[in-house]
Structures are given as structure tokens and as C-alpha cells.
């Protein structure tokens, strides 16, 4: 299982990015594709995840409205276009895929449901 993460870098308050999240070695419609974030001296926590089994998209309520998540079931990539960018959406962001799809829309937010991870890459919103 490969997971590779491209885009992200530095962008002033308001202004837009997105990261793009390539796969490999995996059955993509059978899993869910999540991203998380972790900023300095914080837990990892639960940005948006996909449900490649139906499409059905998670959002946390604090980037819900400004963040999108797809996935191109041609190219087993998952996007994710980050708008209105704020100071605190500032943090190294990763991407990880789901296998078990047990009580997925109860624990979708968990970091250790998820069994790979790609590398992270920094996201740095200035104000």
C-alpha cells in the first residue's frame, strides 16, 4: 500500500490550496480515504474523509463549508481543496486509508482505525 501526498505549502489567511493524495497497492472502492491534520503540541485530528463505497463524504465541523473532498476512482486519487484558509488550519496534513469498514460513520474520526499513512506535508496559512 503506497500512499503519496502532493500540494500544500504556505498561503495567506483567506486564500485556497489543495492536497492531492495518490494510491497504490489497494482495492480504492472498497475503503475509506481520510485526512487528518496535527498542528505543534496538538493530536492528530480528523479533517474529511470519503467513503469510496458509495462516495459519501465526512466533514469536521471546523473546516465544514470551506474544505472538499473527492476522488477520482480512475486515477485512485483523493483531493482535497482547502478554501478561506485560516491561521489555525495551519499543521502537517496526512492521509491515510481504512480497511475496516465496520461502524465507519461512528468512528471515522479515529486516527487508529486507519492502517496506512502517507508522508505529511506542511500546510501554513499565514495571517
Known amino acids: 500500500v503506497q500512499l503519496v501526498e502532493s500540494g500544500g505549502g504556505l498561503v495567506q489567511a483567506g486564500g485556497s490550496l489543495r492536497r492531492s493524495c495518490a494510491t497504490s497497492?489497494?482495492?480504492?472502492?472498497?475503503?475509506?480515504i481520510e485526512w487528518f491534520r496535527q498542528a505543534p503540541g496538538k493530536e492528530r485530528e480528523a479533517v474529511s474523509a470519503i467513503n469510496n463505497n458509495g462516495g459519501i463524504e465526512y466533514y469536521s465541523d471546523s473546516v465544514k463549508g470551506r474544505f472538499t473532498i473527492s476522488s477520482d476512482r480512475q486515477q485512485k486519487t483523493v483531493d482535497l481543496v482547502m478554501n478561506r484558509l485560516k491561521s489555525e488550519d495551519t499543521a502537517v496534513y496526512y492521509c491515510?486509508?481504512?480497511?475496516?469498514?465496520?461502524?465507519?460513520?461512528?468512528?471515522?474520526?479515529?486516527?487508529?482505525?486507519?492502517?496506512?499513512w502517507g508522508q505529511g506535508t506542511q500546510v501554513t496559512v499565514s495571517s
Open positions: 491515510a486509508v481504512r480497511s475496516n469498514m465496520w461502524r465507519f460513520t461512528a468512528t471515522w474520526r479515529r486516527p487508529d482505525e486507519y492502517n496506512h
Open positions: 497497492g489497494f482495492t480504492f472502492d472498497d475503503h475509506a
